[in-house]
């Protein structure tokens, strides 16, 4: 008798949409919009990844910055 070692099964999130929202609207993320950059942090306070948020990855590190600035000037919680 030998034992099955049981594959765990890997389940991504499916993202928030499949475009770039900022690609759309031909717009960059800033920290002075606040509540479109609150979007894109979960619920416990993190960024969301590419794959979760659906942006691209020029507009994924302008992002990131914007909430850090934000969150320096209390407009997100960390």
Do not use: N, W
């Amino acid at each position: 008798m030998s034992k099955q070692k049981q594959k765990r099964k890997i389940v991504k999130e499916r993202p928030i949409s499949t475009k770039c929202h900022y690609c759309e609207t031909k717009t960059l993320p800033t920290y002075k919009k606040y509540d479109v950059l609150a979007k894109f942090v979960s619920d416990r306070g993190r960024i969301l990844s590419r794959e979760r948020s659906g942006i691209c990855a020029k507009h994924q590190r302008a992002l990131a910055e914007g909430i850090q600035r934000a969150r320096f000037l209390s407009l997100l919680p960390y």
